[in-house]
């Protein structure tokens, strides 16, 4: 998402492997139970994620362009290759079972360097200096606006133009096959996704968890999490 020195974990220190405390607020308050998965599952993966109902890909640092076949630029942050092994398998893995799943920042990026797509490195150094894609106030100041552009489950939570709060210097680039964009920025960079034909694939570029009117994002993950066949 960010490199490590203005990356959203320095708003908030409490965190596990990556899980920073406000998501967990914000899926609490939605009625979620959680289940954080180790870095070190490996071969149990699969295993592990098939027994979720729903998953969540949160914010963090940047995904390696090598995923993407591209070098890195100078402006690249911080990569965490054992994060980024992880996430895209668990990205891939829910895409094809038909789990639910919301990425956060970090995590639609994930979900479309996973299925194919590519980011933008970094925006300013890539040609984007119209909007302030990583602000410099804190929560809970909102940065810039996006328009929704297609059916999602965001119809139901916001109008067609509403504002977001904005920590991030990457981006989709090419979206995957199956990914479309339904929401957008003023300078083009899309900000929200779903993919054709799943029941929940939504990844957002903002941080809704650090903003409790947004907390509805959260709670369409657990209404389709609820929807999930037992066993």
């Not at 640092?61 to 890195?72: L, M, R």
């Not at 970090?106 to 490195?121: D, E, K, P, T, W």
């Amino acid at each position: 998402m960010t490199p490590q020195s203005r990356s959203t974990e320095g708003l908030f220190r409490t965190r596990i492997w990556g899980l920073l405390e406000p998501y967990i607020r914000a899926l609490e308050s939605q009625g979620a139970s959680i289940v954080i998965l180790p870095p070190q599952a490996g071969d149990r993966l699969p295993a592990l994620v098939q027994q979720l109902d729903g998953v969540l890909l949160p914010g963090g640092v940047d995904v390696d362009p090598a995923h993407f076949g591209e070098e890195p630029l100078p402006e690249l942050g911080e990569v965490s290759p054992e994060r980024d092994a992880l996430e895209l398998l668990v990205a891939r893995y829910t895409a094809q079972r038909g789990i639910p799943t919301l990425g956060v920042c970090r995590g639609v990026q994930v979900m479309n360097v996973a299925l194919g797509g590519s980011l933008y490195q970094d925006l300013p150094a890539q040609g984007f200096r119209a909007i302030q894609h990583y602000q410099k106030a804190e929560p809970p100041v909102l940065a810039h606006s996006l328009e929704q552009t297609g059916p999602s489950p965001l119809n139901r939570l916001f109008g067609s133009r509403f504002r977001v709060n904005s920590y991030h210097h990457q981006a989709l680039k090419d979206l995957a096959p199956g990914l479309r964009a339904v929401a957008s920025a003023p300078d083009g960079i899309v900000e929200a996704v779903v993919l054709e034909g799943h029941p929940f694939y939504l990844g957002v570029q903002w941080h809704p968890e650090l903003l409790p009117e947004q907390w509805g994002i959260f709670g369409a993950l657990v209404a389709a999490a609820a929807k999930q066949p037992v066993g």
